[in-house]
């Protein structure tokens, strides 16, 4: 059987549900179409690899999140808003509207997948919360720490590379030795502090770009969208694949 991947995701907030579409905030709307996107995209690409997509709506249910790490073969933490400061202990300096509720539901379910070695895949956000589950921290806005990292937050993920990203790790991204990747960029955070348990896979201009947990099964987050690239790079294709097998 093919393994069932939960992908954890909020393209639109729950308070949405009462509002006319004329009222809501043009920017605001545009972002969740964005994150809509690129959640067909994660789904297309799970599927090529020969997994079947299951998305997930929030729940601050405990016996609910403890039943989809059980019975899920395997998962993809999505990108998306800013994680919650407060998680890995900060004030907000520079966070644009973390959603609380998505944070606690998938810094739960993570926790409850992680004792049961189910694999996961972070991307972006989702590369983020590992390392904050795991007791690192985040960089809150990145051209505040260094004018030059202002090239990853790009509004173009979807149209190709940006930069590129120095695989120091390369079995963490099923690769056989230290090459220097293509990847494309949407992001004005990143990983800070490195939890005590990760190690890092990737680095581009001092920023950690991938991670992976060596103890796990499989346990890798990119701070790219591998999701826009996979149809036509086997190396971003790969990712999706070896998370797959992971779950098989």
Not at 78 to 96: A, F, K, V
Not at 99 to 111: G, H, P
Not at 224 to 247: R, Y
Request: proline letters at 6%.
């Amino acid at each position: 059987m093919k393994p069932i991947i939960g992908i954890p995701t909020l393209p639109f907030r729950a308070s949405y549900s009462d509002t006319e579409l004329a009222a809501l905030d043009g920017k605001e709307l545009g972002y969740y179409w964005l994150l809509s996107r690129l959640t067909e995209k994660i789904c297309a690409s799970v599927s090529r690899a020969g997994g079947v997509p299951l998305l997930l709506r929030a729940t601050n249910d405990a016996e609910e999140i403890s039943a989809e790490a059980e019975r899920l073969d395997g998962f993809v933490f999505t990108g998306g808003s800013d994680i919650t400061p407060s998680l890995y202990g900060e004030e907000n300096h520079g966070s644009i509207s973390p959603d609380t509720e998505r944070d606690m539901f998938e810094f739960s379910l993570m926790k409850e997948a992680l004792p049961k070695n189910k694999p996961m895949l972070g991307i972006c956000r989702g590369c983020q919360l590992m390392n904050v589950v795991l007791g690192g921290t985040i960089y809150q806005h990145l051209p505040d720490v260094n004018p030059e990292w202002s090239l990853h937050e790009r509004p173009d993920v979807m149209k190709g590379y940006v930069h590129e990203a120095d695989v120091v790790l390369p079995e963490a991204l099923s690769l056989d030795k230290k090459i220097t990747v293509k990847v494309n960029s949407m992001h004005h955070q990143a990983i800070d502090k490195l939890a005590p348990s990760l190690t890092a896979a990737a680095y581009s201009g001092g920023l950690t770009e991938a991670v992976a947990l060596l103890s796990h099964k499989y346990f890798v987050g990119v701070q790219w969208h591998p999701e826009c690239l996979s149809e036509d790079d086997e190396i971003q294709a790969g990712i999706f694949s070896a998370l797959v097998k992971a779950s098989a």
